[in-house]
T-cell receptor, first 111, second 115 residues
Framework: GAGVSQSPSNKVTEKGKDVELRCDPISGHTALYWYRQSLGQGLEFLIYFQGNSAPDKSGLPSDRFSAERTGGSVSTLTIQRTQQEDSAVYLC?????????FGDGTRLSIL | AQSVAQPEDQVNVAEGNPLTVKCTYS??????LFWYVQYPNRGLQFLLK??????LVKGSYGFEAEFNKSQTSFHLKKPSALVSDSALYFCAVRDGSDSWGKLQFGAGTQVVVTP
C-alpha cells in the first residue's frame, strides 16, 4: 500500500543554493508534519498543516525556511540560501486520526 | 511545554539478553507516549503507544513498554534481544489534550545487539 513518499531521497547542494523537498502524504490524511533530524541530535519539529487551518510554523528555525501544502495534499519544504548547518535528514509525516505515518526522509547535505 | 529525555546515547546487549531503553518525560497535560524505531536510511517506524488504560503496553516485534506515572517514565523493553533489533530508538510525547499536536522526541538511543 502507498505510504508517505518523500523526494528526493538524497540531495547534495552547495552552500547558498535554494532547495525544495517534497512530501506526498497518504491519501485522505488531513494532517502533515515536517521534522528535521540533525546528526547527533534528536528529531526537531518544524511545521505542521491541519486541513485548511493556518499552519503551525513555530518550529521553523529561520525565515530561510518555508513550507506550503497545495490542495491539502502534497507539501513542499523550501530552504533558501542553504547553510552547512541545514545538513540533516528531513522527515515528513501524515496523519488522519492522530497516529503519524512517516516517510523515509530526504538526506540533505550542504557542501 | 513538553520534553523527553533518553539518558543513554547507546545501549549494548548480547543477543538473547533482555533489552531496556530508558525514557522519561515531562508534559503539562495527560501524556500520550510513543516509541519509534529507525533503521539505517529509513524513516521512523511506529512500535507502540500509551494513551490510557493498562500501564504495560505491548507493541510490534515483541517490544513492550511500561508507563509509570509517578516516575514519569516510559521505558521500552524486550525480554530477549535479536541482532536485527540493532537500530535507533526514539521516545516521543505529546499533550493528550491536543489531538493533532506535535510530538516532542527524545534524542534517540542507539541499540547494538551483538551475536
Amino acid at each position: 500500500g502507498a505510504g508517505v513518499s518523500q523526494s528526493p531521497s538524497n540531495k547534495v547542494t552547495e552552500k547558498g543554493k535554494d532547495v525544495e523537498l517534497r512530501c506526498d502524504p497518504i491519501s485522505g490524511h488531513t494532517a502533515l508534519y515536517w521534522y528535521r533530524q540533525s546528526l547527533g541530535q534528536g528529531l526537531e519539529f518544524l511545521i505542521y498543516f491541519q486541513g485548511n487551518s493556518a499552519p503551525d510554523k513555530s518550529g521553523l528555525p529561520s525565515d530561510r525556511f518555508s513550507a506550503e501544502r497545495t490542495g491539502g495534499s502534497v507539501s513542499t519544504l523550501t530552504i533558501q540560501r542553504t547553510q552547512q548547518e541545514d545538513s540533516a535528514v528531513y522527515l515528513c509525516a501524515s496523519s488522519r486520526d492522530g497516529g503519524k505515518h512517516f516517510g523515509d526522509g530526504t538526506r540533505l547535505s550542504i557542501l | 511545554a513538553q520534553s523527553v529525555a533518553q539518558p543513554e546515547d547507546q545501549v549494548n546487549v548480547a543477543e538473547g539478553n533482555p533489552l531496556t531503553v530508558k525514557c522519561t518525560y515531562s508534559v503539562s497535560g495527560n501524556p500520550y507516549l510513543f516509541w519509534y524505531v529507525q533503521y539505517p536510511n529509513r524513516g521512523l517506524q511506529f512500535l507502540l503507544k500509551y494513551i490510557t488504560g493498562d500501564n504495560l503496553v505491548k507493541g510490534s516485534y515483541g517490544f513492550e513498554a511500561e508507563f509509570n506515572k509517578s516516575q514519569t517514565s516510559f521505558h521500552l523493553k524486550k525480554p530477549s534481544a535479536l541482532v536485527s533489533d540493532s537500530a535507533l530508538y526514539f521516545c516521543a510525547v505529546r499533550d493528550g489534550s491536543d489531538s493533532w499536536g506535535k510530538l516532542q522526541f527524545g534524542a534517540g538511543t542507539q541499540v547494538v545487539v551483538t551475536p
